[in-house]
């Protein structure tokens, strides 16, 4: 778990805007797999073609967002999940600060 910095009265417009964004890249591919499902319930989690996952959803306790990454293929493939895919992702909403710490 990987968790930035986000203001409480922000946090909840990023995750709606990571919602969309997700949900519009529904079929396409990340990592050279298809997006299969972008389940919306307490924030985005984005189910890869082989199982794979991401998820960003904002902290119920603190202002901070929460990332949670999971590969079925490997370790690696979980740190570029988080590397490639989450972190430039989010780094593009200037809301969204510095992690308190990172794979």
């Known amino acids: 778990t990987m968790s930035p910095h986000c203001d409480d009265e922000l946090k909840y417009g990023v995750i709606d805007q990571m919602i969309a964004e997700y949900q519009g ?37 603190k202002p901070e967002l929460v990332t949670v990454v999971e590969s079925m293929v490997s370790e690696a493939d979980m740190r570029a999940l988080f590397h490639d895919e989450v972190k430039p992702r989010l780094g593009k909403h200037p809301e969204v600060g510095a992690y308190n710490q990172e794979i």
Do not use: F, P, Y
Not at 41 to 60: C, I, K, P, Y
């Open 25 to 61: 890249m529904l079929g396409q591919e990340i990592l050279g797999r298809k997006i299969v499902d972008v389940n919306t319930v307490n924030g985005a989690r984005v189910t890869l073609e082989d199982g794979s996952w991401v998820l960003v959803r904002a902290s119920s306790n």
